[in-house]
């Protein structure tokens, strides 16, 4: 996954509530983005590539009052050659408050600045939807799960000659497994 992605996420997943004081700490117990997903789930999802079990993001960060808990995790599937493998990676919001949460409306509009155009996903709650931030050589698949007022989840994954169909419909499985949870 390269930098720049995993940036725009974080970016976006700070959105409000005290994201200026950006801190690298552990995410509060009980908030751990690599628990949330199963490599099993991904392996069911991205058949027959079979994944690894999540490597925590950099920016872990610890929520207060007024700032969010924020936790990524990120999965690579084992194959034989660099183009066999697949990333996903999950980054995972919960607001302090429901006054603090990201909007599904708020969230659009920041893909719309960064000249994506968001699609609905249907089955996956209110406001559920996905882009693609890269282009077609580089294809940047994020699907945006929102689970009450509070917690934003994004799932992407991206690479060379990915095939944006099966990618959203592989997140959106593995979205599915997530939304019940």
Same mark, same amino acid.
């Given at each position: 996954?390269?930098?720049?992605?995993?940036?725009?996420?974080?970016?976006?997943?700070?959105?409000?509530?005290?994201?200026?004081?950006?801190?690298?700490?552990?995410?509060?117990?009980?908030?751990?983005?690599?628990?949330?997903?199963?490599?099993?789930?991904?392996?069911?999802?991205?058949?027959?590539?079979?994944?690894?079990?999540?490597?925590?993001?950099?920016?872990?960060?610890?929520?207060?009052?007024?700032?969010?808990?924020?936790?990524?995790?990120?999965?690579? %599937?084992? @194959?034989?050659?660099?183009?066999?493998?697949? &990333? +996903?990676?999950? /980054?995972?919001?919960? !607001?302090? $408050?429901? #006054?603090?949460?990201?909007?599904?409306?708020?969230?659009?509009?920041?893909?719309?600045?960064?000249?994506?155009?968001?699609?609905?996903?249907?089955?996956?709650?209110?406001?559920?939807?996905?882009?693609?931030?890269?282009?077609?050589?580089?294809?940047?698949?994020?699907?945006?799960?929102?689970?009450?007022?509070?917690?934003?989840?994004?799932?992407? %994954?991206? @690479?060379?000659?990915?095939?944006?169909?099966? &990618? +959203?419909?592989? /997140?959106?499985?593995? !979205?599915? $497994?997530? #939304?019940?949870?």
């Amino acid at each position: 996954m390269r930098p720049s992605w995993r940036r725009t996420l974080s970016m976006l997943a700070l959105v409000g509530a005290g994201a200026g004081t950006a801190a690298t700490a552990l995410a509060a117990p009980g908030w751990d983005a690599c628990a949330m997903i199963k490599p099993a789930e991904l392996d069911a999802a991205f058949a027959p590539r079979r994944f690894e079990p999540g490597t925590p993001g950099k920016q872990q960060v610890a929520g207060t009052s007024t700032l969010a808990t924020v936790s990524s995790c990120t999965f690579v %599937s084992r @194959g034989a050659t660099a183009k066999e493998n697949l &990333t +996903v990676s999950l /980054l995972a919001r919960r !607001a302090p $408050s429901d #006054a603090t949460g990201v909007t599904p409306a708020a969230a659009r509009a920041g893909a719309v600045q960064l000249k994506a155009s968001p699609a609905d996903v249907s089955g996956l709650g209110e406001g559920a939807y996905w882009v693609n931030l890269g282009s077609a050589s580089f294809p940047v698949v994020e699907l945006n799960l929102f689970r009450g007022k509070r917690e934003w989840l994004i799932l992407g %994954s991206s @690479g060379k000659r990915l095939d944006v169909k099966s &990618t +959203v419909e592989g /997140l959106t499985k593995t !979205a599915r $497994s997530l #939304a019940g949870r």
